[in-house]
Protein backbone atom coordinates (compact mmCIF):
# COMPACT_ATOMS: atom_id res chain seq x y z
CA UNK A 1 0.00 0.00 0.00
CA UNK A 2 1.41 3.41 -1.04
CA UNK A 3 1.61 6.14 1.50
CA UNK A 4 -0.75 8.41 -0.16
CA UNK A 5 -3.26 5.25 0.18
CA UNK A 6 -2.93 5.25 3.47
CA UNK A 7 -3.48 9.16 3.72
CA UNK A 8 -6.79 8.05 1.84
CA UNK A 9 -7.81 6.00 4.33
CA UNK A 10 -6.95 7.96 6.83
CA UNK A 11 -8.50 11.17 5.30
CA UNK A 12 -12.02 8.55 5.70
CA UNK A 13 -11.78 7.35 8.60
CA UNK A 14 -11.16 11.12 10.58
CA UNK A 15 -13.94 12.59 8.04
CA UNK A 16 -16.61 10.57 9.87
CA UNK A 17 -15.43 11.20 13.09
CA UNK A 18 -15.54 14.76 12.42
CA UNK A 19 -18.83 15.02 10.52
CA UNK A 20 -20.23 14.49 14.08
CA UNK A 21 -18.03 16.92 15.59
CA UNK A 22 -20.96 20.05 17.17
CA UNK A 23 -19.68 23.19 16.21
CA UNK A 24 -18.97 24.42 18.76
CA UNK A 25 -16.53 21.97 19.32
CA UNK A 26 -14.88 23.15 15.57
CA UNK A 27 -15.34 26.80 16.65
CA UNK A 28 -13.08 26.39 19.31
CA UNK A 29 -10.70 24.76 17.48
CA UNK A 30 -10.62 27.09 15.17
CA UNK A 31 -10.33 30.15 17.83
CA UNK A 32 -7.19 27.97 19.29
CA UNK A 33 -5.50 27.43 16.11
CA UNK A 34 -6.27 30.92 14.99
CA UNK A 35 -4.40 32.41 18.17
CA UNK A 36 -1.56 29.18 17.71
CA UNK A 37 -0.84 31.18 13.95
CA UNK A 38 -0.17 34.52 16.00
CA UNK A 39 2.41 32.94 18.20
CA UNK A 40 3.92 30.70 16.51
CA UNK A 41 4.79 33.53 13.80
CA UNK A 42 8.36 34.06 14.40
CA UNK A 43 8.38 30.04 13.34
CA UNK A 44 6.15 30.64 10.13
CA UNK A 45 8.42 33.63 9.41
CA UNK A 46 11.63 31.97 9.59
CA UNK A 47 10.57 28.69 7.27
CA UNK A 48 9.15 30.96 4.77
CA UNK A 49 12.44 33.21 4.33
CA UNK A 50 14.11 29.98 3.64
CA UNK A 51 11.47 29.52 1.14
CA UNK A 52 11.97 33.05 -0.20
CA UNK A 53 15.68 32.90 -0.60
CA UNK A 54 15.34 29.46 -2.59
CA UNK A 55 13.26 31.00 -5.19
CA UNK A 56 15.26 34.11 -5.59
CA UNK A 57 18.15 31.76 -5.67
CA UNK A 58 16.19 30.31 -8.47
CA UNK A 59 15.44 33.25 -10.02
CA UNK A 60 11.84 33.81 -9.57
CA UNK A 61 10.30 36.75 -10.63
CA UNK A 62 9.04 39.39 -8.07
CA UNK A 63 5.25 38.56 -8.66
CA UNK A 64 6.04 34.97 -7.94
CA UNK A 65 7.76 35.87 -4.67
CA UNK A 66 5.21 37.95 -3.71
CA UNK A 67 2.62 35.26 -4.36
CA UNK A 68 4.62 33.20 -1.77
CA UNK A 69 5.65 35.72 1.11
CA UNK A 70 4.21 36.02 4.32
CA UNK A 71 4.87 38.79 6.67
CA UNK A 72 2.87 39.59 9.93
CA UNK A 73 0.43 41.21 7.96
CA UNK A 74 -0.46 38.93 6.14
CA UNK A 75 -0.58 36.23 9.10
CA UNK A 76 -2.60 38.27 10.84
CA UNK A 77 -4.98 38.06 8.46
CA UNK A 78 -4.93 34.29 8.00
CA UNK A 79 -5.79 34.14 11.97
CA UNK A 80 -8.89 36.75 11.06
CA UNK A 81 -9.57 34.49 8.22
CA UNK A 82 -10.38 31.82 10.97
CA UNK A 83 -11.93 33.89 12.98
CA UNK A 84 -14.54 35.30 9.67
CA UNK A 85 -15.00 31.35 9.51
CA UNK A 86 -16.14 31.02 12.96
CA UNK A 87 -18.75 33.63 13.15
CA UNK A 88 -20.57 32.03 10.27
CA UNK A 89 -23.18 30.07 10.72
CA UNK A 90 -22.57 26.19 10.37
CA UNK A 91 -24.04 24.84 6.91
CA UNK A 92 -23.89 21.13 8.12
CA UNK A 93 -27.12 19.69 9.41
CA UNK A 94 -29.21 22.61 7.83
CA UNK A 95 -32.78 21.48 6.73
CA UNK A 96 -33.80 22.91 3.53
CA UNK A 97 -36.97 22.48 0.75
CA UNK A 98 -39.28 20.76 3.36
CA UNK A 99 -42.20 19.35 2.03
CA UNK A 100 -45.17 16.79 2.92
CA UNK A 101 -46.61 14.65 0.28
CA UNK A 102 -49.91 13.74 -0.32
CA UNK A 103 -49.74 10.36 1.09
CA UNK A 104 -48.09 11.76 4.13
CA UNK A 105 -44.27 11.32 3.61
CA UNK A 106 -42.43 13.94 5.25
CA UNK A 107 -39.22 15.24 3.10
CA UNK A 108 -36.45 17.34 3.35
CA UNK A 109 -32.53 17.99 2.26
CA UNK A 110 -30.16 18.60 5.00
CA UNK A 111 -26.69 19.42 4.36
CA UNK A 112 -24.00 17.23 5.20
CA UNK A 113 -20.54 16.96 4.57
CA UNK A 114 -18.51 15.98 1.17
CA UNK A 115 -16.68 13.90 2.52
CA UNK A 116 -12.31 14.09 2.26
CA UNK A 117 -11.28 16.86 -0.31
CA UNK A 118 -7.80 16.97 -2.01
CA UNK A 119 -6.27 20.47 -2.49
CA UNK A 120 -3.40 21.20 -4.67
CA UNK A 121 -1.74 24.62 -5.06
CA UNK A 122 1.03 26.39 -5.99
CA UNK A 123 3.24 29.34 -4.41
CA UNK A 124 0.93 30.60 -1.81
CA UNK A 125 0.97 28.82 1.61
CA UNK A 126 -2.06 30.85 3.14
CA UNK A 127 -4.36 28.20 1.29
CA UNK A 128 -2.87 25.74 3.78
CA UNK A 129 -4.91 27.43 6.79
CA UNK A 130 -7.79 28.85 4.41
CA UNK A 131 -8.80 25.24 3.31
CA UNK A 132 -8.05 23.63 6.73
CA UNK A 133 -10.22 25.85 8.33
CA UNK A 134 -12.90 25.93 5.63
CA UNK A 135 -12.49 22.23 5.84
CA UNK A 136 -12.82 21.61 9.47
CA UNK A 137 -16.06 24.10 9.64
CA UNK A 138 -17.75 21.77 7.54
CA UNK A 139 -16.80 18.28 8.54
CA UNK A 140 -14.77 17.87 5.83
CA UNK A 141 -11.27 16.50 5.80
CA UNK A 142 -8.11 17.41 3.45
CA UNK A 143 -5.37 16.25 1.61
CA UNK A 144 -3.04 19.27 0.59
CA UNK A 145 -0.01 18.47 -1.77
CA UNK A 146 1.47 22.43 -2.03
CA UNK A 147 4.18 23.34 -4.35
CA UNK A 148 7.84 22.78 -4.20
CA UNK A 149 8.74 26.20 -3.86
CA UNK A 150 6.49 26.82 -0.30
CA UNK A 151 7.50 23.44 1.25
CA UNK A 152 9.29 25.09 4.17
CA UNK A 153 6.24 27.26 5.09
CA UNK A 154 3.64 24.65 4.69
CA UNK A 155 5.70 22.40 6.56
CA UNK A 156 5.25 24.67 9.64
CA UNK A 157 1.85 25.44 9.18
CA UNK A 158 0.47 21.65 9.00
CA UNK A 159 2.37 20.69 11.87
CA UNK A 160 0.57 23.65 14.00
CA UNK A 161 -2.69 22.34 12.58
CA UNK A 162 -2.53 18.76 13.78
CA UNK A 163 -1.34 19.98 17.07
CA UNK A 164 -3.93 22.11 17.72
CA UNK A 165 -6.23 19.46 16.50
CA UNK A 166 -4.64 16.64 18.66
CA UNK A 167 -4.96 18.98 20.97
CA UNK A 168 -8.56 18.78 20.95
CA UNK A 169 -9.06 15.10 21.15
CA UNK A 170 -9.65 14.81 17.54
CA UNK A 171 -7.44 12.42 14.88
CA UNK A 172 -4.64 14.70 13.21
CA UNK A 173 -5.78 13.15 9.80
CA UNK A 174 -8.71 15.66 9.63
CA UNK A 175 -5.73 17.85 7.92
CA UNK A 176 -3.15 15.72 6.00
CA UNK A 177 -0.12 17.42 4.08
CA UNK A 178 1.69 15.68 0.96
CA UNK A 179 5.51 15.87 2.46
CA UNK A 180 6.87 14.97 -1.15
CA UNK A 181 7.46 17.73 -3.68
CA UNK A 182 8.24 14.29 -6.31
CA UNK A 183 5.67 15.50 -9.30
CA UNK A 184 4.37 11.81 -9.36
CA UNK A 185 2.47 11.97 -6.23
CA UNK A 186 0.55 14.56 -7.72
CA UNK A 187 -0.56 11.99 -10.56
CA UNK A 188 -0.86 8.80 -7.57
CA UNK A 189 -2.92 11.08 -5.85
CA UNK A 190 -5.76 11.53 -8.92
CA UNK A 191 -6.13 8.26 -8.82
CA UNK A 192 -7.49 7.80 -5.19
CA UNK A 193 -10.98 8.59 -6.08
CA UNK A 194 -12.11 5.62 -3.66
CA UNK A 195 -10.61 7.53 -0.98
CA UNK A 196 -11.25 11.77 -2.23
CA UNK A 197 -14.28 12.84 -3.23
CA UNK A 198 -13.32 16.20 -4.71
CA UNK A 199 -10.18 17.67 -6.18
CA UNK A 200 -9.65 20.97 -6.38
CA UNK A 201 -6.44 22.79 -8.33
CA UNK A 202 -5.12 25.82 -7.21
CA UNK A 203 -2.34 27.31 -9.84
CA UNK A 204 -1.51 27.64 -13.09
CA UNK A 205 -3.42 26.68 -16.59
CA UNK A 206 -1.30 23.66 -16.82
CA UNK A 207 -1.88 22.13 -13.51
CA UNK A 208 -6.23 22.33 -14.13
CA UNK A 209 -5.55 21.02 -17.42
CA UNK A 210 -3.00 18.11 -15.66
CA UNK A 211 -5.94 17.82 -13.60
CA UNK A 212 -8.90 17.99 -15.78
CA UNK A 213 -7.13 15.50 -18.45
CA UNK A 214 -6.03 12.81 -15.54
CA UNK A 215 -8.09 12.47 -12.66
CA UNK A 216 -10.31 9.73 -11.45
CA UNK A 217 -11.56 12.37 -9.08
CA UNK A 218 -14.68 15.15 -10.10
CA UNK A 219 -12.27 18.22 -10.29
CA UNK A 220 -13.65 21.75 -9.55
CA UNK A 221 -11.24 24.57 -11.60
CA UNK A 222 -11.03 28.00 -11.56
CA UNK A 223 -8.83 30.70 -10.48
CA UNK A 224 -7.50 31.38 -13.41
CA UNK A 225 -8.70 35.00 -13.93
CA UNK A 226 -8.59 36.66 -18.01
CA UNK A 227 -10.45 40.07 -15.60
CA UNK A 228 -12.03 43.06 -17.83
CA UNK A 229 -13.77 45.82 -17.17
CA UNK A 230 -15.44 47.61 -19.83
CA UNK A 231 -16.07 51.81 -19.95
CA UNK A 232 -18.92 52.89 -21.66
CA UNK A 233 -19.16 56.35 -22.76
CA UNK A 234 -21.77 57.26 -20.20
CA UNK A 235 -19.17 56.53 -17.39
CA UNK A 236 -17.53 58.84 -15.09
CA UNK A 237 -14.15 58.96 -15.72
CA UNK A 238 -12.45 60.27 -13.09
CA UNK A 239 -14.44 57.68 -10.83
CA UNK A 240 -13.28 55.00 -13.40
CA UNK A 241 -9.88 55.56 -13.38
CA UNK A 242 -9.84 55.01 -9.70
CA UNK A 243 -11.90 51.94 -10.06
CA UNK A 244 -9.14 50.91 -12.81
CA UNK A 245 -6.50 51.30 -10.65
CA UNK A 246 -7.69 49.56 -7.66
CA UNK A 247 -8.50 46.42 -9.93
CA UNK A 248 -4.92 46.82 -11.30
CA UNK A 249 -2.81 47.88 -8.57
CA UNK A 250 -3.95 46.86 -5.69
CA UNK A 251 -2.61 43.39 -5.83
CA UNK A 252 -1.74 42.21 -9.41
CA UNK A 253 -0.34 39.17 -8.41
CA UNK A 254 -3.91 37.43 -7.90
CA UNK A 255 -6.45 35.82 -10.28
CA UNK A 256 -9.36 38.89 -9.54
CA UNK A 257 -6.36 41.40 -10.68
CA UNK A 258 -7.25 43.35 -13.85
CA UNK A 259 -6.50 42.15 -17.10
CA UNK A 260 -7.85 44.22 -19.77
CA UNK A 261 -9.58 47.41 -20.09
CA UNK A 262 -12.01 47.98 -22.87
CA UNK A 263 -12.89 51.91 -23.56
CA UNK A 264 -15.83 53.20 -26.05
CA UNK A 265 -14.42 54.79 -28.67
CA UNK A 266 -16.29 58.21 -27.92
CA UNK A 267 -14.51 58.97 -25.06
CA UNK A 268 -11.36 57.36 -25.92
CA UNK A 269 -9.49 60.20 -27.04
CA UNK A 270 -9.72 61.72 -23.59
CA UNK A 271 -9.58 59.01 -21.28
CA UNK A 272 -6.90 56.79 -22.19
CA UNK A 273 -4.38 59.35 -21.79
CA UNK A 274 -5.70 60.43 -18.51
CA UNK A 275 -5.97 56.58 -18.17
CA UNK A 276 -2.04 56.00 -19.06
CA UNK A 277 -0.34 59.08 -16.96
CA UNK A 278 -2.46 58.03 -13.49
CA UNK A 279 -1.79 54.59 -13.96
CA UNK A 280 1.99 54.95 -15.21
CA UNK A 281 2.95 56.46 -12.40
CA UNK A 282 1.96 53.07 -10.48
CA UNK A 283 4.68 51.52 -13.10
CA UNK A 284 1.78 49.95 -14.93
CA UNK A 285 2.36 49.56 -18.81
CA UNK A 286 0.64 48.71 -21.45
CA UNK A 287 -0.75 46.06 -24.25
CA UNK A 288 -2.52 48.19 -26.69
CA UNK A 289 -4.66 47.17 -29.91
CA UNK A 290 -4.19 48.60 -33.08
CA UNK A 291 -6.54 51.73 -32.33
CA UNK A 292 -5.62 52.45 -28.55
CA UNK A 293 -1.81 52.29 -30.11
CA UNK A 294 -1.84 54.95 -32.50
CA UNK A 295 -3.45 57.30 -30.24
CA UNK A 296 -1.16 56.70 -27.42
CA UNK A 297 2.62 55.82 -29.29
CA UNK A 298 4.01 59.21 -29.23
CA UNK A 299 2.90 60.27 -26.08
CA UNK A 300 3.65 57.45 -24.14
CA UNK A 301 6.51 55.52 -25.86
CA UNK A 302 8.11 53.81 -22.59
CA UNK A 303 4.83 52.66 -20.76
CA UNK A 304 3.03 51.55 -24.51
CA UNK A 305 3.56 48.86 -26.46
CA UNK A 306 1.18 47.42 -29.36
CA UNK A 307 -0.62 44.20 -28.37
CA UNK A 308 0.70 40.77 -30.02
CA UNK A 309 -1.37 37.58 -30.64
CA UNK A 310 -2.34 36.17 -27.09
CA UNK A 311 -1.51 39.17 -25.28
CA UNK A 312 -5.85 39.09 -24.46
CA UNK A 313 -5.85 36.11 -23.60
CA UNK A 314 -3.11 36.26 -20.77
CA UNK A 315 -3.97 35.98 -17.44
CA UNK A 316 -0.86 39.12 -16.59
CA UNK A 317 -0.37 38.90 -12.81
CA UNK A 318 1.58 41.56 -12.79
CA UNK A 319 1.63 45.23 -13.45
CA UNK A 320 1.04 44.56 -17.17
CA UNK A 321 -2.47 45.76 -18.60
CA UNK A 322 -4.17 45.16 -22.31
CA UNK A 323 -6.29 48.20 -23.65
CA UNK A 324 -8.63 48.35 -26.11
CA UNK A 325 -11.07 50.58 -28.50
CA UNK A 326 -14.20 49.14 -29.08
CA UNK A 327 -17.19 51.10 -31.32
CA UNK A 328 -19.79 49.72 -29.02
CA UNK A 329 -21.45 47.87 -26.35
CA UNK A 330 -22.03 45.03 -28.51
CA UNK A 331 -17.92 44.85 -29.29
CA UNK A 332 -16.91 45.26 -25.83
CA UNK A 333 -19.28 41.84 -24.92
CA UNK A 334 -17.87 39.84 -27.73
CA UNK A 335 -14.24 40.62 -27.13
CA UNK A 336 -15.14 39.46 -23.33
CA UNK A 337 -17.04 36.45 -25.15
CA UNK A 338 -13.92 35.64 -26.91
CA UNK A 339 -11.05 36.19 -24.25
CA UNK A 340 -12.45 35.92 -20.98
CA UNK A 341 -11.93 32.83 -18.75
CA UNK A 342 -15.15 34.19 -17.39
CA UNK A 343 -14.07 34.91 -13.86
CA UNK A 344 -14.90 38.71 -12.78
CA UNK A 345 -15.53 40.71 -16.18
CA UNK A 346 -17.25 44.50 -14.95
CA UNK A 347 -18.71 47.46 -16.75
CA UNK A 348 -18.56 51.14 -15.88
CA UNK A 349 -21.45 53.45 -16.64
CA UNK A 350 -24.06 55.70 -15.76
CA UNK A 351 -26.57 53.92 -18.16
CA UNK A 352 -29.19 51.65 -16.13
CA UNK A 353 -29.62 50.09 -19.78
CA UNK A 354 -26.10 48.99 -20.34
CA UNK A 355 -25.67 47.88 -17.17
CA UNK A 356 -28.71 45.64 -16.77
CA UNK A 357 -27.77 44.20 -20.27
CA UNK A 358 -24.40 43.58 -19.22
CA UNK A 359 -25.39 41.36 -15.90
CA UNK A 360 -28.08 39.40 -17.91
CA UNK A 361 -25.47 38.86 -20.89
CA UNK A 362 -22.16 38.22 -19.59
CA UNK A 363 -21.83 35.13 -17.99
CA UNK A 364 -19.09 34.78 -16.03
CA UNK A 365 -18.40 33.89 -11.82
CA UNK A 366 -18.68 37.56 -11.09
CA UNK A 367 -20.13 40.23 -13.02
CA UNK A 368 -19.94 43.65 -11.63
CA UNK A 369 -21.05 47.40 -12.24
CA UNK A 370 -19.02 50.03 -11.44
CA UNK A 371 -16.93 48.05 -9.11
CA UNK A 372 -13.16 46.76 -8.65
CA UNK A 373 -12.94 43.31 -9.88
CA UNK A 374 -10.47 42.75 -7.08
CA UNK A 375 -13.75 41.76 -4.76
CA UNK A 376 -13.79 38.59 -6.13
CA UNK A 377 -12.74 37.05 -2.77
CA UNK A 378 -14.36 34.42 0.21
CA UNK A 379 -13.33 36.78 2.93
CA UNK A 380 -14.76 40.05 0.77
CA UNK A 381 -18.12 38.80 -0.32
CA UNK A 382 -18.57 37.52 3.47
CA UNK A 383 -17.86 34.06 3.03
CA UNK A 384 -14.82 34.26 5.89
CA UNK A 385 -12.68 32.67 3.21
CA UNK A 386 -12.38 30.36 0.15
CA UNK A 387 -10.55 26.75 -0.92
CA UNK A 388 -10.97 28.30 -4.64
CA UNK A 389 -12.67 30.55 -6.53
CA UNK A 390 -14.85 28.28 -9.37
CA UNK A 391 -15.30 29.23 -12.65
CA UNK A 392 -17.40 26.16 -13.62
CA UNK A 393 -20.73 25.66 -13.95
CA UNK A 394 -21.22 22.28 -12.04
CA UNK A 395 -21.62 22.59 -8.41
CA UNK A 396 -20.31 25.72 -7.61
CA UNK A 397 -19.35 28.95 -9.13
CA UNK A 398 -17.33 32.01 -7.69
CA UNK A 399 -15.14 32.17 -4.13
CA UNK A 400 -16.33 28.59 -2.58
CA UNK A 401 -17.17 29.19 1.00
CA UNK A 402 -18.81 26.84 3.61
CA UNK A 403 -21.61 25.88 1.90
CA UNK A 404 -19.94 25.44 -1.25
CA UNK A 405 -18.03 22.47 0.74
CA UNK A 406 -21.43 20.63 1.38
CA UNK A 407 -23.95 18.42 -0.40
CA UNK A 408 -27.16 17.42 0.71
CA UNK A 409 -29.30 13.97 1.63
CA UNK A 410 -32.57 13.55 1.60
CA UNK A 411 -34.31 12.48 4.78
CA UNK A 412 -37.53 10.77 4.36
CA UNK A 413 -39.89 9.96 7.39
CA UNK A 414 -42.57 8.38 7.27
CA UNK A 415 -45.33 6.11 9.24
CA UNK A 416 -44.28 2.91 8.20
CA UNK A 417 -45.34 3.71 4.89
CA UNK A 418 -45.18 1.14 1.63
CA UNK A 419 -45.51 1.90 -1.64
CA UNK A 420 -48.78 1.09 -3.35
Given at each position: ?338 HSTFHSDGILT ?71
Amino acid sequence: MSSLESMGIEAKKAAKVLAQVSSDRKNNLLEDLAARLLSSQEKILKANQIDIENSQNAGKNSAFIDRLKLSPGRIENMASGLRNIVSLPDPIGDSFDSRVLENGLRLNKQRVPIGVIAVIYESRPNVTIDVAGLGIKTGNAVILRGGSDTIHSNRVIVSIVREVIQEHDLPMDIVQFVDDTDRKKVMELLKLHQYIDMLIPRGSASLHNFCRENSLIPVITGGIGVCHLFVDETADPEKSIQVIQNAKTQRPTVCNALDTVLVHRKIAGKFLPDLIETLSAKNVTFKADEKSYSLLKERFPEFVSQAQEGDFDTEWLSLVLGIKIVQNYEEAVQHIDLHSTFHSDGILTNDPENAARFLNEVDSAAVYVNASTRFTDGGEFGLGAEVAISTQRLHARGPMGLQELTTYKWVVQGDYHVRS
